[in-house]
């Protein structure tokens, strides 16, 4: 069955620019995460979205840093004025909600030159 | 704030032998556990969890882990290892139905 799609797979960029991420989440699954991986800072949590409440932004480390979920399906995560530590594999999940394991894509390799 | 520590960053077996990959867990409260795996250039795939229930929890690709909680540990085992079990896996905590907290990873290599 399909997965967790999210594309690109990889994407270079200059300094300075915007990126944008996307991810589409395993049908019917209600609740939405990004993550970022890094060697420095390993997995760390970013966003999640949960069926139409408001999403929890805590662990968006800038302002530079923004998602949305539209429609309760399809997110995109968008980083502003990209910086060098923005380097990262960025990983977006998905669940049936509750405690039910995520189910990860194979996420978006960020350079940042 | 939840947390797990993966005390080892790598683990070497020999195929055919027993593994163990450690997680100890600091939670107030019912810890909800799992552990996940990761291949090169490839997203976690979700091994086992435990919620609440029996200590041996069985998951897939013949892994289990126990839950402990006398000693704050749920550690990931397998009874006889195979080269493709070579990995970096994940233990990870969640409190609520939100976002997972991981450990720093723990590489494992099984020896041919």
């Known amino acids: 069955g399909a997965g967790v799609s999210q594309s690109p797979s990889n994407k ?22 990004w993550y970022r991986q890094s060697l420095g800072q390993g997995l760390e949590f970013l966003i999640y979205f949960q069926g139409n409440s408001a999403p929890d932004k805590s662990g968006l480390p800038s302002d530079r840093f923004s998602a949305e979920r539209t429609g309760g399906s399809v997110s995109t995560l ?3 004025r990209t ?11 998905s669940s049936s909600g509750g405690n039910q394991p995520q189910h990860f894509g194979d996420g978006t390799r960020l350079s940042i030159l | 704030a939840q947390s797990v520590a993966q005390p080892e960053d790598q683990v070497n077996v020999a195929e055919g032998n027993p593994l ?8 107030s409260g019912n810890p909800y556990l799992f552990w996940y795996v990761q291949y090169p250039n ?3 795939q979700f091994l086992l969890k435990y919620i609440t229930g029996d200590n041996l929890v069985k998951g897939s690709y013949g892994f289990e882990a126990e839950f402990n909680k006398s000693q704050t540990s749920f550690h990931l085992k397998k009874p006889s290892a195979l080269v493709s079990d070579s ?8 409190r609520s139905a939100r976002q997972l907290t991981f450990g720093s990873g723990t590489q ?3 020896l041919p």
């Open chain 1, 12 to 33: 270079v960029t200059e300094k300075g620019k915007d990126v944008e991420l996307r991810c589409d989440p395993i049908s019917g699954h209600t609740a939405l995460y």
């Open chain 2, 42 to 44: 490839r997203g976690l």
């Open chain 2, 87 to 94: 990995a970096l896996y994940f233990c990870a905590v969640v």
């Open chain 2, 20 to 27: 163990t990959v450690k997680c100890t867990y600091s939670v």
């Open chain 1, 78 to 80: 968008t980083i502003q």
């Open chain 2, 108 to 110: 494992l290599t099984v």
């Open chain 1, 83 to 93: 910086q060098q530590e923005d380097s990262a594999v960025y990983l977006c999940a």
